[in-house]
């Protein structure tokens, strides 16, 4: 919730200041930028593009879900996220200009002003994006808002995963127990893989998640045996 409304109003902010800009290139360099020799832009109707706006945030929104930008961003790859924005902000272009097209307002929407808007949104996207990831890293280095994590593996399998976790504390997780597979052959006296404890056998999978806090439940290995 907390992303789509740093989006809105990242996109409000940036639509709002493309009306400047372009108001701003007007005055400076009169001649529109698309095909048509000589021919001049005419003057931006404000109050008519505030209310494309009210169309324009809703399927912006709507296309960065449908693009994959609301996912976890835990451990995201930086070229991973600006394709989803990228892949988000064609879905919201084509959704906005299908709804201002239904609307019959299409007609007076500056190409210059929409063309501008659509770009910026994909950088100011990414960066307030990756603002909110680098916020979100400090805080897990911290130890705050981690995601407890349940692995159930024999331990020699589990070991990797609890390594790699504990070198990448910006990922938010924390391994709170392990649990060997019920046909696991490892001697049941192992009580702990690594510093972790060894919380019993998957058939106590119940029992564990109502006693422990546990947010999410991880399979390797043999684990499904």
Known sequence: MAARVADALVIIILFVFTMKMR??????????????????????????HL???????????????????????????SDVLLFRILRGVAFGTVLSITALFLFQAIHLLSRTLFVAFVAGCVGTLFLSRRTMVAVMKRRYARGLDVRNILVIGT??????????????????????????????????????????????RLNELDRILETHPVDQVYQIGRAHV
Request: aromatic share 6%; glycine share 16%; proline share 6%.
């Open 23 to 48: 108001t701003l290139k007007m005055e400076i360099w009169p001649f529109d930028i698309f095909p048509g020799a000589g021919r001049t832009l005419q003057a931006l109707p404000v109050d008519a």
């Open 51 to 77: 209310e494309m706006l009210v169309l324009i945030l809703p399927s912006m929104i709507v296309g960065l879900q449908l693009g994959g930008t609301y996912g976890d961003l835990r451990g995201i790859r």
């Open 155 to 200: 331990g020699g399998e589990a070991l990797p995963l609890i390594n790699a976790i504990g070198r990448h504390q910006e990922w938010g997780l924390r391994v709170i127990g392990v649990l060997h597979p019920n046909s696991s052959r490892e001697h049941s006296g192992i009580s702990i893989v690594q510093g972790v404890d060894v919380m019993g």
